[in-house]
């Protein structure tokens, strides 16, 4: 449940905290409905009710009872508009519940992004914060808890804040800190020391180990096992810690898992240099049972511990885990019993043949996971991991940090090995040691022998038995927890026992030994090794008075010369080594010789002297007795001891200074305040540090001098608590001496600091080791001297130093290091000492900022000092003065200091680049911390210092480039809006100081340019920096800064305002640079701003109009402002909505389209913002398009928008390259390889074949214009090249060879024909698909500018279908609404707020090009151009007209036929284009059903030639479209026609379609005559088993010949020709009679006709039948198609302008839901949306099925053409050539077919050129078709007669014609240019297209001339050229 927080406003009644208890619905009259968790704000109290409203939503007030709130205590901070509530109650309270309710609506977004991780560990964080939260609110809990949960509330918030992203929040004491309550210096510590901790946390120099054993998996022993571990250093060969114990049961789990201290451990206190590689952790299993594993229970039931495995784990495969990782480590065995003692060694050495594995399966399954940090602070953090008891395994030996107050007294004793003899065994002993720890008394010590943590003391002790031998080697390790009292009379026993195997499994006492844990003389057990003496015994008893054996020697070391008896013995020995780690005991007996000097003080001297070599832990564990002992024999006897004991107090506070021991440091403070007594010390410190001071400068050596100086700080603490005991003690006597010994000593100091040395010498040294120190001595000199006395000596003392050092002096650094210690010392925070300290202070720092030396230390320095200056009403005087004596001292050399830091590169290493930050950042706060500290007269006292204004204008320019680059983004940390905040606010006020100083001084005769331009780029800057947007922030966080700082936005816009109308006539010098600027603030969405700037700019717009009458200059900073906003990324929000952002800027409130309507140049005003608007709209189009991921048409279709936008509005030809070339990036992501081409054309076509130099731009180097087009022009035909489109390809190579040929680059230019032969190749050897067309219409307001109520038409990708064409749309427009119906929408759709869709395909419509009439060509050549360079398209669409006759549909069925002209042809630059022209037609019934038949006609067509030149696989298709056609006909399909048609009620009432009935008539005929042909061809290829239904089909077209009423000798003569001659038109036309009979086995007689005899539009089949037949199937036609010829139906997978042949659903779209066309009936044999007839349509191939989506027809009727008549009179010209008599007419004529001679030619087939239908002399002229654009990429320069390719033997040749005049300009018909890329070519020459002045290169003399060519220059020879070679014209034109 959320809690709030209210407070009064207006008339208060009550300023108390409330919270919601309940929901209110608030149902009554001026309810206020409220919710749980919500803040009220109450405005007035009446009867149980209360009148107020929510805070989120203060605009809705209304009343709510008072029994639904809960109020609590609140304050009012900033009454008023911007007040806000701070409730009165733990900041850490307030501070959850605003960011936990931020948090809850981040946290649902993160559910809906699907970031499920960070989802669920907020909401674990934010249960814990709640828990948390709720305790803190209870209230009972201690002091320390609440601090542990306040620590790790602020830790959990600061981790969620980081993981959302949110602000870091500045705190101290757990507490939000508020930024006008402290100095933005020390804000920036705070946010600093934050921000480092987060992103650099502290590296932990203690770490821990956690361990938790699982298991031993899949061991069968059952035994029960111990298991030790323990880290092992492999470098050192050694333990690093204790042993961690652990009991496994039989089945290999620990025992008692309930007591979880058994089964988990921590090891503590390992040093980073313990996680190495080669720092182990091992386990040593031993099993407890039988001697030998396996053996008979009879032998023996006595346990044994015996050795069973070892593994091990590197430390160093922990270091990368956060968490606690599971391990199963393998378990390995010894070889050899006696190696057991090194089996970890030998494993980690992989010494392999010494252990072998125990199992494959067997391992030991544990929990690892190294903690980092404190002990303490590890148990907060991982509460889980101590939730339960965690056993502490202790390292060995003390940590690398030894904290006081531990208290440690372990004696480790580890059994080594022994020697034992056989005691007259034949074998060796099983030998098992038993360690007893015995006290004075004899009795063993109870509870007091550890074997390892994990396990409670015992008694005793059982080493593990080896198996017979004499030598054992155990290494085993106990601990000794005695206590030191007992240590004296303690001693250890070790009884040797031998285990037998028999069957009693005896042990069997043979020997023991004993060692004393204390000497004689105090000192305890040496650590080390220690050979014991092995003592015989067989009997215990014997052992029971221990004073019978301690009087023996224990050792070997001990025994003396003359014991014979205990030499007897020596051969067997017992090996121990023991390690005494203990803060109570010690082993130095030099350390107790200087403890005890009372008992031998004439040693004294000699242990004074030994101290130095005693080990610093010995010493700080006795610190406080040492210092009381080197005290007590100075005030015993200081003349004698003085010296020597100063000397080892100064060694003992140096050992301090080690970080082993420095917190230690506290020990020896409390010491001096507490325990320190020696009042009388202080003179004889003084004396001997003076003694020491005065010899500085004359020493040779400086070391000890240098230590002394070193221990200043406690040498004066010594000295001041001694004056202190002693003045208490004496009533403050002799102060004036000990006033005057300081002083003295002090001159001592100051003379030998001022001594200046040559260089670096060692007094330079001890000179910086005194200053170290010095801050602290003046601190303690504050106990006893005054304030201003101190700071006086600090200021001598500083003042002494030398001036002028070296440069690299230690002492450079080190004075600096001292001034930052002084300066954050009491000593300068005390107001009067500071007043004494300042000059000294700044002094020093100016001189260091002039030289930019120790930048660090000095921000460090300035820094402190800014800490302790804030607004502090009762020190506002004494601020005020230091403020304007720092700024007098600093402001200048600061500023240049932040200039040049900030323009330095910053350091690539990580520290160095760290601290440069530190740097730049300190230094801006301090210069913050000043500014915000001045007032209006402490600016003008600050101003007034400039003598010139001059100086006050570099120092105005200074400034206000330091604010700008406060301003930008990369200056603080981004989450750092709270100093971003106090930085723009410190701005804006001074800013608001300064613009009276600008006024005042640089206006009128005093204008300064500069400074004005500097003062508008900073407001403009500060206005637009993302950290003031505003909109953007969460509507907590707006109100929060809106509540304190207001929006400073629209502050700076005023005053922006109020300075430009000071101008005056000014304002022409800054209007070139400003706008742009102007026009980046307007595009900001805050009204109230634009409000102000908007007459800004109409002043700019009328200044400009003023001085040079037009807007140009304008127009052209507004477009470069607009296109490096849209280039920066600028307005990514901003610019979702265009006339949002557009409107306000032109629009409705002050319009500067209404100020523009008033004045003298409204038109050229309103023409120049509309330019803009229009670029606006495509800028922001293609931006929100570039948002998209990955390239789809939205990305094309915009780029191709904006380019032609540049290109022709604007003429910004840079421009218009640039996003040529971002066009073509988009095309070949999206591997749109033809477009690619066609894209990069376009700025091929802007370079000309010249020698001008072009500068480097985009990707291409600086080069000549030719050479630049040469590599266009490789690269456009490589990209043809991909995309199958060779054509193309051939005239840019034919292109390049004229260069090459021109120049006489004969290697190029061959190389270029090679490349034009493979293309030829490539024609007519590769298979190309046709692509699908499809239109598509863009309907609603939804839709980006560039397509909104628009229509296109799309060439679709390879294999793809309406269906997958309309998904990849829908996809592309997610909320796009797919259309169902073709009817144009209305008004209500294309106004709509919404997206709709419109597809469906259409058929492309070809040209009339030459290549697709002429006979001959093969369908490799036309199947190109019958998709490519299309520019109509056309779609059908089916409608009943007047009454339908159910009986028969035809009768009513129409047509309408929609023709698109696009603007553009396709392909071109992008795969869509915008339909520019729209045309409807309807087709009457007759025409309809004519266009029908013909169409199936030519169907059948396609399919006999196929099968008969062997082009079909299989014969299926023609069996299936001869059974569609036949069956269809006999069940109705051509009666229905006649019964339509040609009953005579229908000839009278329609007699203007005589002609009609007449040509469907002449097709019925024809189509019967070509299914007779066809049926004979089927017979020749049918297989056996489709027999009978061929045999079916014969009969049924018998009968369909009988419904016609037609008989086999009835066909008319023009019908009776076969069939193949009529391919690429219909027989129709050629009424020549024919003597041949309709039959495959007739005469081999070809008729050619006419190319243009019927429109390109007809010509869908894909071969020529006429001259392509097979030999297989008859002689009628002529020789075959060659085998190189046959189409290869493969599939190429790259992108291609051509697709394969579809197969699928026809692209049908409904009918108009007009009441006068009826729906197509069922029954009708016309194809709808599903194909009724399926058979027929799978048979269709591409282009002979229907050609739109309605109804198809190849025949547009408005381009029908007559037949022509050929006059079979007339003389024959050559084969192919037209007649002379044809006129200009003379290409529309062919040849009469002539009888071809029986003799066969032996000449190849080969297939004719487009040109061959050319006269004979226009070969040889210059023609266009010479150069081959004509034809269609068929070289023309060899060539054969028609009689060769066709096998036709001609008469004679008549006289050659003259040649037809060819067409210079051929123009594409109904079109306003021609399309990219056709085959035709102009001859008239290109038109210099000058690049823009910015791409080319100026012609410089100085630079020579490129290199000629030997003999000839590229130049002159193009000059020089004898023969004339055209230019090809531009092959892409937009």
Request: with cysteine; aromatic share 8%; proline share 6%.
């Amino acid at each position: 449940m959320w809690f709030g927080i209210v407070a009064g406003r207006g008339p208060v009644l009550y300023c108390e905290k409330l919270l919601l208890l309940a929901n209110f619905r608030g149902t009554v009259q001026h309810g206020l409905p409220l919710e749980i968790g919500e803040t009220v704000q109450i405005l007035e109290k009446c009867e149980g009710w209360y009148r107020g409203f929510v805070l989120k939503n203060p605009n809705v007030k209304g009343i709510f009872p008072c029994s639904y709130i809960h109020l609590k205590h609140a304050h009012i901070k900033n009454k008023g508009q911007f007040e806000t509530v701070i409730p009165m109650e733990e900041s850490v309270i307030t501070e959850m519940t605003v960011t936990l309710r931020d948090w809850g609506t981040m946290w649902k977004q993160l559910y809906v992004k699907n970031e499920g991780e960070l989802f669920h560990r907020l909401w674990h964080v934010m249960t814990e914060i709640l828990e948390l939260r709720r305790q803190v609110l209870v209230g009972h809990l201690t002091n320390d808890r609440m601090t542990d949960i306040k620590q790790h509330i602020i830790a959990r918030l600061d981790w969620g804040n980081e993981q959302l992203g949110l602000d870091l929040v500045p705190r101290r004491d757990f507490s939000m800190v508020d930024p006008d309550e402290i100095s933005v210096t020390e804000l920036y510590r705070l946010m600093e020391r934050r921000h480092r901790k987060r992103e650099f946390p502290l590296q932990a120099n203690m770490h821990h180990l956690f361990l938790q054993i699982n298991s031993l998996l899949n061991c069968n022993l059952a035994e029960e096992l111990h298991v030790f571990f323990f880290i092992y250093d492999s470098r050192e060969m050694r333990p690093i810690s204790e042993r961690f114990f652990v009991r496994l049961n039989k089945q290999g789990v620990p025992k008692s898992p309930e007591k979880t201290e058994k089964q988990c451990t921590l090891f503590v206190d390992l040093g980073s240099s313990d996680l190495r590689k080669d720092v182990y952790v091992v386990a040593h299993i031993f099993r407890i049972g039988r001697m030998v594993a396996g053996e008979k229970k009879s032998v023996s039931n006595t346990q044994y511990r015996r050795p069973f495995g070892c593994t091990v784990i590197s430390v160093s495969d922990l270091l990368t885990a956060d968490c606690k990782d599971d391990h199963l480590l393998k378990v390995y065995s010894c070889n050899t019993e006696s190696e057991w003692y090194q089996i970890h060694d030998n494993i980690i050495r992989k010494v392999s043949s010494r252990y072998s594995q125990i199992g494959s399966s067997t391992g030991l399954a544990v929990s690892l996971q190294l903690l980092h940090g404190n002990l303490e602070q590890i148990q907060k953090d991982y509460m889980r991991l101590f939730t339960r008891n965690v056993s502490i395994t202790r390292r060995l030996g003390f940590s690398d940090i030894i904290m006081p107050g531990e208290v440690r007294n372990d004696l480790y004793v580890t059994l080594e090995r022994g020697e034992f003899e056989k005691g007259g065994k034949s074998v060796a002993r099983n030998v098992e040691v038993t360690v007893y720890l015995l006290g004075g008394d004899g009795q063993v010590l109870k509870g007091l022998v550890c074997s390892g943590s994990g396990e409670l003391g015992a008694d005793e002790f059982h080493s593990f038995v080896l198996y017979h031998s004499n030598s054992p080697r155990w290494s085993e390790q106990i601990k000794l927890t005695v206590p030191p009292e007992l240590f004296r009379v303690t001693h250890l026993r070790f009884e040797f026992r031998h285990c037998s195997t028999k069957e009693k499994g005896e042990k069997k006492l043979f020997g023991y030994s004993f060692v004393p844990l204390m000497q004689e003389d105090g000192r305890t057990l040496p650590d080390g090794t220690h050979e014991l003496i092995v003592h015989k015994c067989e009997e215990t008893a014997n052992l029971q008075d221990c004073s019978r054996y301690l009087k023996l020697p224990f050792s070997k070391a001990s025994l003396q010369p003359g014991n014979n008896q205990t030499m007897k013995n020596s051969k067997e020995s017992f090996w121990i080594l023991s390690l005494l780690c203990s803060t109570k005991l010690t082993q130095n007996g030099d350390m107790l010789d200087l403890l005890k000097w009372r008992t031998h003080p004439e040693r004294i001297m000699d242990s004074l002297t030994k101290l130095k070599d005693i080990d610093g832990s010995e010493i700080v564990k006795f610190l406080q007795d040492t210092l009381d002992t080197l005290f007590a024999v100075l005030d015993d006897s200081p003349q004698r001891y003085g010296l020597k004991v100063f000397d080892c107090l100064v060694h003992v506070i140096n050992l301090l200074q080690d970080s082993k021991f420095q917190h230690f440091k506290p020990v020896m403070d409390n010491y001096i305040e507490n325990h320190f007594a020696g009042a009388l010390s202080y003179r004889d410190l003084i004396r001997v540090l003076k003694w020491y001071v005065d010899r500085i400068i004359d020493a040779e050596h400086q070391e000890q001098i240098q230590q002394v100086l070193k221990a200043a700080e406690y040498l004066f603490k010594y000295i001041v608590q001694s004056r202190m005991l002693y003045a208490a003690a004496t009533a403050a006597q002799a102060e004036e001496e000990f006033r005057c010994s300081v002083h003295e000593l002090f001159k001592s100091i100051h003379l030998f600091l001022s001594h200046q040395s040559k260089g670096i010498s060692p007094v330079t040294h001890t000179q910086a080791v005194f200053l170290r120190s010095f801050p602290t001595v003046c601190c303690e000199l504050l106990k006893v001297f005054s304030v201003r006395e101190v700071a006086n000596l600090a200021r001598d003392t500083l003042s002494s130093l030398p001036a002028n050092t070296h440069t690299e002096c230690p002492l450079q650094a080190v004075k600096l290091q001292c001034m930052a210690k002084t300066v954050e010392s009491p000593l300068y925070t005390n107001a009067e000492s500071r007043c004494v300290l300042l000059p000294v202070v700044l002094h020093l720092l100016r001189t260091y900022l002039q030289e930019q030396k120790e930048l660090v230390l000095c921000a460090n320095i300035l820094t402190s000092m800014l800490s302790l200056v804030h607004k502090d009403p009762n020190t506002d005087c004494v601020v005020s003065e230091e403020v304007n004596v720092i700024m007098d001292s600093l402001s200048g050399v600061l500023l240049r200091t932040i200039l040049e830091v900030t323009n330095r590169p910053q350091p690539a290493a990580t520290s160095l680049r760290l601290q440069y930050q530190d740097v730049t950042g300190e230094f801006v706060a301090c210069l913050l911390t000043l500014l915000r500290q001045l007032s209006d007269k402490d600016y003008q006292q600050l101003l007034s210092r400039f003598p010139s204004k001059d100086e006050l204008a570099n120092f105005l320019l200074q400034l206000f480039t330091v604010f700008r680059i406060l301003i930008r983004p990369d200056m603080f940390p981004k989450d750092w809006t709270v100093m971003r905040l106090v930085t723009n606010n410190v701005i804006i006020t001074t800013v608001l100081y300064l613009s009276d100083t600008l006024r005042n001084n640089f206006l009128n005769e005093k204008f300064d340019f500069k400074v004005w331009e500097s003062y508008f780029y900073l407001s403009i800057i500060f206005i637009i920096q993302p950290c003031l947007q505003l909109e953007m922030f969460p509507p907590s966080k707006r109100k929060k800064v809106l509540e304190k700082y207001g929006d400073m936005r629209v502050m700076i816009g005023c005053e922006i305002f109020s300075m430009w109308q000071n101008l005056g006539d000014y304002k022409v010098n800054l209007i070139p640079s400003l706008i742009g600027p102007f026009l980046e603030v307007t595009l900001v969405p805050q009204p109230d701003l634009r409000n102000v700037l908007i007459p800004v700019f109409h002043d700019m717009m009328d200044s400009e109009e003023r001085r040079s009458g037009n807007f140009k200059q304008v127009e052209a900073k507004l477009i470069d402002k607009l296109e490096s906003l849209m280039s920066e990324g600028k307005g990514d929000e901003t610019y979702k909505e265009l006339f949002n952002n557009i409107i306000p800027l032109f629009g409705p409130y002050p319009s500067l389209l209404k100020k523009i309507e008033r004045e003298t140049w409204r038109e050229s005003g309103v023409s120049h913002i509309a330019t803009v608007t229009r670029l606006m709209e495509r800028l922001l189009d293609y931006r929100d398009c570039m948002k998209i991921g990955e390239v789809d048409g939205k990305k094309i279709g915009c780029t191709v928008n904006l380019l032609n936008f540049y290109k022709t509005e604007l003429n910004k030809e840079e421009m218009y390259i640039r996003y040529i070339h971002k066009l073509y990036e988009l095309h070949l992501k999206a591997q749109n390889f033809t477009e690619a081409a066609y894209t990069l054309l376009l700025y091929d076509e802007l370079l000309e074949w010249t020698e001008r130099p072009l500068r480097e731009f985009l990707t291409y180097p600086m080069q000549s214009e030719w050479q630049r087009k040469e590599c266009l022009h490789l690269t456009i035909i490589h990209n043809f090249d991909r995309g199958k489109c060779w054509e193309n390809c051939i005239i840019l190579c034919r292109e390049l060879a004229n260069q090459y040929e021109a120049y006489y680059d004969y290697r190029n230019l061959s190389k270029m024909r090679l490349m034009e032969a493979s293309l030829y190749d490539k024609i007519m050897n590769q298979q190309r698909l046709e692509p699908e067309f499809f239109r598509i219409g863009f309907y609603g307001k939804k839709f980006p500018f560039f397509l909104r109520n628009k229509e296109f038409v799309c060439r679709g990708n390879d294999y793809e279908r309406l269906e997958a064409f309309q998904q990849r749309m829908l996809s592309e427009f997610p909320h796009a609404i797919a259309m169902q119906h073709a009817n144009q929408p209305d008004q209500t759709i294309l106004q709509a707020e919404a997206q709709y869709l419109q597809i469906y395909a259409v058929s492309p419509v070809p040209d009339n090009q030459d290549v697709l009439q002429r006979d001959g060509v093969p369908n490799n050549i036309k199947s190109f151009y019958k998709v490519n360079h299309i520019w109509r398209f056309r779609y059908d669409r089916p409608f009943h007209k007047g009454t339908k006759d159910k009986e028969n549909e035809f009768k009513s069925l129409w047509v309408e036929r929609t023709t698109l002209s696009l603007a553009q042809s396709l392909p071109g630059i992008s795969r869509w284009f915008e339909v520019e022209k729209r045309e409807l037609v309807e087709m009457s019934p007759l025409e309809n059903a004519s266009e029908v038949i013909e169409n199936k006609t030519l169907q059948l067509r396609t399919l006999i030639a196929q099968c008969q030149m062997r082009q079909m696989q299989n014969i299926n298709p023609l069996t299936m479209c001869l059974n569609g056609v036949i069956d269809a006909a006999v069940n109705g399909g051509l009666a229905r026609y006649q019964e339509a048609f040609f009953a005579k009620d229908y000839i009278s009432s329609h007699p203007e379609d005589g002609d009609k009935i007449t040509r469907l008539r002449e097709l019925m005929f024809e189509q019967a005559h070509i299914l007779e042909y066809g049926l004979a061809v089927h017979e020749k290829f049918v297989p056996q088993d489709m027999r009978p239904l061929h045999k079916k089909l014969v009969d049924q077209f018998h009968v369909m010949r009988s419904s016609l009423g037609i008989q086999s000798q009835e066909f008319p003569a023009y019908v009776r020709v076969s069939p193949l001659h009529f391919a690429n038109g219909s027989p129709r036309t050629c009424r020549t009679p024919v003597p041949n009979a309709i039959s495959p086995e007739g005469g081999r007689i070809v008729a050619r006709r006419s190319p243009l005899s019927y429109p390109a539009v007809n010509r869908y089949s894909s071969s020529s039948l006429s001259s392509q037949a097979s030999n297989d199937v008859s002689n009628i036609t002529g020789q075959s198609e060659s085998s190189d010829e046959v189409f290869n139906m493969q599939p190429s997978p790259s992108t291609s302008s051509l697709s394969s042949n579809h197969s699928g659903s026809h692209n049908v779209t409904s009918s108009a839901p007009s009441s006068n066309r009826d729906s197509l009936p069922s029954s009708s044999p016309l194809p709808s949306d599903k194909h009724k007839h399926s058979r027929e349509n799978a048979c269709l191939s591409p282009r002979d099925r229907l050609c739109s989506g309605m109804f198809p027809s190849p025949l547009d009727p408005t381009q029908r053409m007559m037949p022509f008549q050929i006059d079979t009179s007339l003389p024959r010209p050559e084969a192919n050539l037209p007649s002379t008599e044809t006129g200009k007419n003379i290409r529309s004529l062919s040849p009469m077919p002539t009888a071809r001679s029986p003799q066969k030619t032996t000449a190849p087939p080969l297939t004719p050129s487009p040109t061959d239908c050319l006269p004979v002399g226009s070969l040889a002229s210059h023609s266009p078709a010479r150069s081959g654009s004509y034809s269609s990429g068929i070289s023309s320069l060899s060539r054969c007669s028609v009689s060769e390719t066709c096998g036709i033997e001609l008469p004679p040749a008549e006289p050659p014609l003259p040649p037809a005049t060819p067409l210079d300009n051929p123009v594409r018909r109904g079109s306003k240019t021609p399309p990219p890329y056709s085959v035709y070519e102009r001859n008239n020459p290109r038109r210099a297209t000058p690049l823009p002045h910015s791409l080319s290169v100026p012609p410089s003399a100085d630079n020579p001339n490129l290199p000629t060519k030997p003999q000839l220059s590229r130049t002159q020879r193009i000059h020089s050229e004898p023969r004339h070679r055209l230019t090809p014209r531009k092959v892409s034109q937009l």
